[in-house]
């Protein structure tokens, strides 16, 4: 009985496998390559919930595409620059940055806002280089628009 539970676990595991692999094929066929960005602007709520749910919808968006088939920026300005000063102590969203990092997801900071707020990238925010810095976030989004990105805001 044992060794039939055990190979009927293996039969089971090996139809959900392929049944994923054509899943991803089906998905990858349907959605082709896409050049997508993602804007943050507001507070991350009670436990970062919402930068978290933002971050996951991103890997999520990903997951159905594939990595390879995708070009994805995330514009952060005004309050959503939150998300990247709460990830110097959350270690639940420094993981989900360099996650998404290491899948090639760009993520764009908005100079008006480290000024206007007096924000320090390299003391004050998680994972920003200088090359991470854009003008001015509302005018980064207008300007991948127009580069024919896809605009979601989570």
Do not use: W
């Amino acid at each position: 009985m044992k060794h039939l539970t055990s190979l009927l676990m293996v039969c089971a595991m090996a139809v959900l496998s392929v049944f994923a692999t054509t899943q991803d094929a089906e998905a990858q066929e349907r959605y082709g390559k896409q050049k997508v960005v993602y804007h943050i602007n507001y507070n991350g709520g009670e436990d970062d919930r919402a930068y978290r749910g933002a971050l996951r919808n991103m890997q999520n968006h990903i997951n159905a595409v594939g990595a390879e088939n995708m070009e994805i920026k995330l514009v952060l300005h005004g309050n959503g620059l939150g998300l990247l000063s709460a990830a110097k102590s959350n270690e639940k969203l420094q993981g989900q940055v360099l996650e998404l990092k290491g899948q090639n997801v760009a993520i764009h900071v908005c100079n008006n806002t480290l000024k206007g707020r007096n924000i320090s990238y390299e003391n004050d925010l998680f994972d920003v280089f200088e090359e991470d810095i854009v003008p001015s976030g509302v005018a980064e989004l207008s300007h991948l628009q127009m580069q024919g990105y896809t605009y979601i805001k989570p």
